[in-house]
């Protein structure tokens, strides 16, 4: 993700992480590396899935703007992958490239498959709603890189949120064709939203230094409240999934994912270019 396997992509969003762990902060704890690479993870699969959008999408400005979200969410994935890695010696590449499934600790939701474009809107909906909580709890973070990578992240998924809300509603006040995606997609998309929420052992032994992801739901519920509403639109009510991607338990579609994302720094293992 740096100058090795990733190649020479000198873009601004590929720089965050060296202004944020400019300080060369250590991780305190196995705890904090843990919850860092929660939140690593999250971003940097969510990337690769939006990064397949790239000459695919529905509209040329729609290649552009994805393309920005996935770099943004890099961006903050080599952030937080750099800082876990410090806790033991492992760069953000081992940690991007080099692990194996169970390592990985995303949430079930941004390993969802892309699907159709409102599948892809509706997964991204929920997840940079999601990711604003986040991030505008984190800033408060007794950790300062938490804070940090916050304070930074938190202007950038306020656009992704923004990008989401608009084709939601773009959609949904379309063609039937368009609103019976959208409908569909949600319904797809809802059962992994409750994962996002739970809270664990491992936030509790954190305290201030995490984000307790509960207190998050009502801020994320008064959001879709308010964009399902104007998009005249029904919440779904379905069964939460038994999502355990948080402690390295994924579905099927995480391994092809992986194995795509991984193939080019297995293969070659140390290659610059």
Known sequence: MNGDVHGDVSVDEMHLSDELTGTGEIPASADVAEYALRLGDDALI??????????????????????????????????????????????????????????FRSAWIVEQPNGDFAQTIARQFVVSTYMFELYAALRKSTDRTFSAVAEKALKEVDYHRDHAVQWMLRLAGGT???????????????????????????????GDAAARPSTLRPGFDAVVSTVFAEAQLDVPTVAASSAGGRHGTHATPFGRLLAEMQVLARRHPGATW
């Open 46 to 103: 969510l990337s690769q899935q939006l990064g397949a959008w790239i000459s695919r999408a529905p509209e040329l400005e729609e290649d552009v703007a994805l393309a920005n979200i996935a770099l943004d969410l890099l961006g903050h994935a080599r952030s937080l992958l750099r800082y876990a890695g410090a806790f033991d010696g492992r760069t953000e590449d081992d940690l991007a490239y080099f692990r194996d499934e169970p390592e």
């Open 176 to 206: 039937e064709e368009s609103r019976a995606r959208i409908i569909r997609a949600t319904t797809d998309v809802w059962p992994y939203v409750d994962e996002l929420f739970r809270d664990d052992e491992l936030v509790e032994r954190l």
